[in-house]
Structures are given as structure tokens and as C-alpha cells.
């Protein structure tokens, strides 16, 4: 089989390794935008609950991936200056580069090809190829070419948010609430390599106009961060990297295929990063449509059928719990303004719906104890 995969993501990426692996006798070629070593951003994080995943369906990838990668075994949340450690929340986190790398090296030693630095603006470029696998990104410009064929939809959250990196090394995944004059503020913030930490910033929309971030320079508005999280940064400069000030956009579609193409990863759907799976859910999409492919060798019409049949209620899912923890962060001014810092922490780990009382008293005992004492002092 023929194979045309529409970008270098983890998705494409993770898709063509699969099928290049099991099957050497398939022509896969990855077409990829940027150059080989470029990316927007910094460090990308996994839950261990989320490595899980990878470790079950294919143990020699999560092996090779793992030792690059930096962990802690808390989660952590400061709330009016409250350090609040929420056990049983481990996590994993890797630069997003060397995170590419090293599937581009995986892709490699298969035989896949790759091709850096070069566009693809619609899948009838690539006609000859007997599967088009869209897996270019959350502005992909193959599924608004067939945005009808798709049912595709995109709405726009309120929180502007921008993604910076830092030299400040953090010694878990921490959620820092800071407010100033003009409103409030959320760091999401992780060490991602021994000398970087990704420093996500994200307010309300009063709090964007408040501030005039609007009207500032990247610098400036660097400078404006720094100044909120000063006590967390502790001297520390915050880095930009193509770090501009965004919203975040929620992309579904009611169909994953049209004809021969199919959709992956962010051109698919997209899951607010607060609860860390973005990296997560697209190498799910590739295991998915892998295993789909394998399922019905011979037969794409009912390989495609298959992979949504297969992948659809799980994403739904995931995709619902991302959606309700957005809008828990468009609540955070009021939310911060009226609960004390274990009853904010309780509503945070609360917020997609998923977790009960219950569940967190399973997740993470000795949270719930000091909880418990919180409410009782």
C-alpha cells in the first residue's frame, strides 16, 4: 500500500512507524511543513496513567521513549500562596523537539520516508497514494478543504493563553493561581528536561484587556509575566518561542474519513491542554487506525469504518472531560476569589466530572487527610 501521511507530528509520525513496522512491504512517505529540527513550543507532559497506554500496546517504543523523558510523582497546586501536593497525579514530560526526534529516528530505522520543508495544501496533491492520512494539525489545511465532507466544526475558547519556557526548574508539575490590579492569572509549569521547564500563562478574557496585552510587544508582554509569577520564576527569565498570546480552538468532526483521506490528531479533534493528554490523544488516533489497518488488511473502506467504530466512544469521552475543564479555568477569578486554598485544589482535581470525592479519596489519600483537616480547623 501506498501511504501519504500530511504532517511530522506525533500523530503521523507514531501512525507510520505502526504500519511501516508491521508491514515493510508498504511505500509511507511523512510530508512535513517545518524543518526537521523546529517546533513551535517546548516541553510536552504524559500522566502515568496516559504512558500506560503506550507501554501496552507497544512496550519497545515506551522503552526506547522513556528514558529521555523527566518524572515526579505529585501534582501540585498554589493558591493564595498555599503549596498544595495532590499525590497519586504522576507525570512524565519531554521537549517537544527531542520528543520528534526521536520518533522521526523510530520512523527511520523502519524505512518510512520523510520529507521536511514542504507544503501540502490539498490531499489531491498526492492522488497516487492509496491512503491519505491528514495528520496536519489543528489548522490542517486538508480538513477545511473538505470541511463539508468532514462536518467539521471549530469554536474558540475565551482564555488567551501563551506558552513560554523557562531556565527555573520545577521539581513537579505545579498549577500557580497568582492575582494582581488587573485580574488573575494560572502558570502551568513542569521541568521538561534537566535545564528547561515549560511555562504556560493563561488568564480570563478580563483580565487579557485589563492588562493591554493586547497592545504589547512580545517583550513586554514577557516582562509583564515575569513580574506576576516573580516569586515562582525566582529570578529566572521566561523564554519565547514563537510565544504569542492565543485561544485555544476546540476542532470535531462528525466524520473521520472522506473517500481515501483520513483525519488524525489535532486536524481531528483537539483537548484543552489542561489536562495534559494533546500528545496522548494522537498517538491513541495512530495505535487506533493501526490497528484498524491491520484488522482489515485489504480493505480500506472498512479499515476507516473501523477506526472510528473503535476510537469514537473513548475520544468522546476524554474529549468532554477536556471541554469541562476549560470552562472550569473561564470560572477561576471567582473561583479563587471565593474558595480557600484546599476547597479551590478540591474543586480543581473535581472539575471534568470524572473524578468523585471518591475516586480522589482513592487517587490521593493524603491530599484528602489535610483536606479533611482544612475543613474541620
Known amino acids: 500500500m501506498k501511504i501519504a501521511v500530511i504532517g511530522g507530528g506525533p500523530a503521523g509520525l507514531y501512525f507510520a512507524y505502526l504500519m511501516k513496522r508491521d508491514n515493510p512491504g508498504h511505500e509511507i512517505r511523512v510530508i512535513e511543513q517545518n524543518p526537521r529540527d523546529a517546533t513551535f513550543g517546548f516541553g510536552v507532559v504524559f500522566s502515568d496513567r496516559a504512558l500506560e497506554f503506550l507501554r501496552a500496546d507497544d512496550e519497545a517504543t515506551y522503552q526506547y521513549l522513556t528514558p529521555h523523558m523527566q518524572s515526579w510523582a505529585d501534582l501540585k497546586i498554589v493558591h493564595k500562596d498555599e503549596h498544595m501536593a495532590i499525590d497519586g497525579n504522576g507525570f512524565a514530560a ?80 505545579s498549577l500557580t493561581f497568582r492575582e494582581n490590579g488587573d485580574g488573575v492569572f494560572c502558570a502551568h509549569h513542569y521541568r521538561y528536561s534537566e535545564t528547561m521547564s515549560t511555562f504556560i500563562v493563561e ?30 520564576l525566582a529570578g529566572h527569565p521566561l523564554i519565547s518561542n514563537k510565544s504569542e498570546w492565543r485561544w485555544f480552538p476546540q476542532i470535531w468532526n462528525e466524520r473521520w474519513s472522506a473517500g481515501n483521506i483520513v483525519l488524525l490528531g489535532d486536524a481531528l479533534h483537539t483537548a484543552h491542554f489542561s489536562i495534559g493528554s494533546g500528545t496522548r490523544l494522537a498517538m491513541e488516533d495512530a495505535i487506533a487506525l493501526f490497528q484498524a489497518m491491520s484488522d482489515n488488511d485489504g ?41 480557600e486554598p484546599y476547597e479551590f485544589a478540591r474543586s480543581y482535581m473535581t472539575r471534568t466530572g470524572r473524578v468523585s470525592d471518591e475516586r480522589l479519596q482513592k487517587i490521593a489519600p493524603k491530599f484528602m487527610e489535610r483536606y479533611a483537616q482544612h475543613r474541620t480547623s
Open 94 to 173: 519531554i521537549g517537544r523537539l527531542e520528543f520528534l526526534n526521536l520518533l522521526q529516528d523510530r520512523c527511520e530505522s523502519v524505512g518510512v520516508e520523510l520529507e521536511f520543508e514542504t507544503v501540502v495544501e490539498s490531499a489531491e496533491a498526492l492522488g497516487d497514494a492509496d491512503l491519505i492520512v491528514a495528520a496536519d494539525g489543528v489548522n490542517s489545511p486538508v480538513r477545511r478543504a473538505h470541511a463539508q465532507a468532514f462536518q467539521a466544526s471549530e469554536t474558540r475558547l475565551d482564555n488567551p493563553f501563551v506558552w513560554f519556557g523557562t531556565t527555573q526548574l520545577f521539581d513537579t508539575l
Open 203 to 232: 488568564t480570563d478574557a478580563d483580565t487579557f484587556e485589563n492588562a493591554g496585552f493586547a497592545n504589547m510587544s512580545d517583550a513586554e508582554s514577557r516582562a509583564y509575566c515575569e513580574a506576576v509569577f516573580a516569586a515562582d
Open 299 to 339: 480493505d480500506l473502506v472498512g479499515a476507516l469504518a473501523r477506526y472510528e467504530e473503535i476510537r469514537r466512544p473513548r475520544l468522546e469521552k476524554l474529549v468532554d472531560a477536556a471541554v469541562a475543564s476549560a470552562h472550569w479555568y473561564e470560572q477561576m477569578a471567582a473561583l479563587m476569589r471565593t474558595l
